[in-house]
């Protein structure tokens, strides 16, 4: 995957998501400007979906997204200890019996190929730039299905979210998506005041 920004190990953490901020995510005030059920609609979910949040954080979209499923389950994937730790507790408490967390390494997430139906990743993308999650997003999507992105744009002014030299601009996540191998759609009129959405799907 070519790099769209800096992928020196300083500026990783940079892009990074601050644990130590990890009640932001849980924030009402969070739902006015990304609404966890505009998300929800944007997967076109049926009911009988396995989706993957991948970087769950806290689990507050996860818990969301299971509310739509009747026989589906969502798994929440996260990388970062500390957020997993907050994941796990969450989930522990019984909240909702349809989300399973997941705490991985590297990338790589123990699900079959093809596994799911619909992968998300929200505030994800500016995060992974010159990293394998892509790949692995592609591999656990099944033909059939399909990965919402949902990121922060650097083409907006803001107050809330990483500063724009960190951001990306849509054609930039455009870009990271298809050289990942997915074939790329905007999402028109997504509904979100500082974030840009891209559908996509498999193409190899």
């Known amino acids: ?14 892009r990074k998501f ?39 954080g806290t689990g507050a979209v996860a818990v969301a997204l299971a509310e739509r499923l009747t026989g589906g389950r969502v798994f929440a994937v996260e990388e970062n200890p500390q957020m997993a730790r907050l994941l796990q507790e969450k ?8 989300v399973r967390p997941l705490v991985i390494e590297d990338n790589q997430v123990p699900l079959p190929d093809g596994s799911a139906d619909r992968v998300l990743a929200v505030n994800l993308l500016h995060e992974v730039v010159g990293e ?20 922060w744009s650097s083409e907006v002014e803001r107050e809330q979210g990483p500063p724009a030299h960190i951001a990306l601009s849509p054609e930039q996540g455009r870009a990271m998506l298809e050289e990942a191998g997915f074939h790329v759609e905007s999402v028109p009129e997504v509904g979100f005041p500082y974030h840009f959405a891209l559908l996509a799907r498999k193409g190899r």
């Open 1 to 14: 995957m070519k790099e769209h920004g800096n992928n020196e190990p300083g500026a990783r953490e940079e």
């Open 18 to 56: 601050d644990p130590a901020k990890a009640e932001r995510l849980e924030d009402p005030e969070r739902q006015r400007f990304l609404p966890h059920a505009r998300i929800a609609d944007l997967l076109e979910l049926s009911g009988d979906e396995t989706v993957v949040d991948y970087g769950a």
């Open 91 to 98: 989930l522990a408490s019984g909240r909702d019996s349809r």
């Open 132 to 151: 394998t999650a892509l790949d692995e997003m592609h591999r656990l999507l099944s033909d059939s299905g399909f990965l919402l992105v949902v990121d």
